[in-house]
């Protein structure tokens, strides 16, 4: 896999549930969230083992059983991440997976190898030992960058954030980006601010109004920021380009603005808004 999938997307993720301690895979558990810190980063130094599993998949969790087991008798040469794909899909879509439970070990930041299907324990203590042999001398947590300090200007920002003052978070990324016109942090968080900021207003009956009357333009944007916040990309956006087929001029304008717009809130590489804009391009011409 390594070189083929880009994970870069999952950097600066919306907020996931984590697993809930005590349950299959709850110790180790990963999310959207924390992906960046528990897998790409901790991969500079040892291998990590992420397992895509669903609580439903009674195989995948007697897998995570499984690995959570070596994982402590391994004493430390490898790490493990659980994460429970149906409430995780982004971190799925990165992968590429196609079924679970998929299991990949990341070295790096870059995934090295993978299984998918439960195996029993000597094929999966045979594809741990190499990994292991594969990455032996060749990874040093010690000779990774150091990260930078944070800039004082994204810590005030996050601050008013953490604070529920969205006015003056939205007030420092402004000052930043006015000193900085190119600084795309700064940028992005004001992006993901706005549509914050604007959708946490919208009451969920959205979508059920939008869907009475699929003519009214300004209900379908409502729907559609209502799907984008509750995680539901693909349909936020297939409902948009859905309604650009059916309007013209000025509305046809302001439903593909819109669409525009939230598309700035992921990764130009997510699966998804790939797929959309090809979406996007076959309903305009």
Do not use: H
Request: hydrophobic share 45%; no cysteine.
């Amino acid at each position: 896999m390594s070189g083929a999938v880009d994970l870069s997307s999952l950097k600066q993720p919306p907020a996931t549930a984590a697993g809930a301690p005590g349950a299959p895979g709850g110790d180790y558990a990963v999310n959207e969230t924390d992906f960046e810190t528990k897998v790409l980063r901790r991969s500079i130094a040892l291998p990590v083992v992420v397992a895509l599993y669903s609580q439903r998949s009674p195989g995948s969790v007697e897998l995570v059983k499984l690995l959570e087991r070596l994982v402590v008798e391994d004493g430390g040469s490898w790490a493990l991440a659980t994460v429970e794909a149906e409430t995780n899909m982004r971190i799925a879509q990165a992968f590429g997976v196609q079924g679970i439970p998929t299991v990949i070990a990341v070295a790096g930041g870059q995934p090295l190898a993978d299984f998918q299907g439960a195996q029993p324990e000597p094929q999966v203590r045979q594809w741990l030992n190499a990994v292991i042999d594969a990455v032996a001398g060749k990874l040093d947590g010690e000779t990774a960058e150091p990260e930078q300090a944070e800039d004082p200007r994204f810590t005030a920002a996050e601050a008013a954030l953490e604070q529920g003052d969205l006015a003056a978070a939205e007030a420092a990324y402004e000052a930043i980006i006015a000193a900085e016109p190119n600084n795309e942090e700064a940028k992005g968080a004001l992006r993901q601010l706005r549509f914050l900021g604007r959708a946490q207003n919208v009451p969920e009956s959205a979508i059920a109004t939008a869907d009475s009357d699929p003519a009214d333009v300004d209900a379908a944007l409502d729907a559609a920021d209502v799907e984008l916040l509750n995680q539901q990309p693909e349909a936020a956006f297939d409902r948009l380009i859905a309604l650009i087929k059916r309007t013209a001029g000025d509305d046809r304008t302001k439903v593909r603005t819109r669409l525009l717009e939230l598309f700035e809130l992921y990764d130009p590489a997510d699966p998804i808004v790939v797929a959309s804009r090809r979406k996007l391009a076959a309903a305009l011409y």
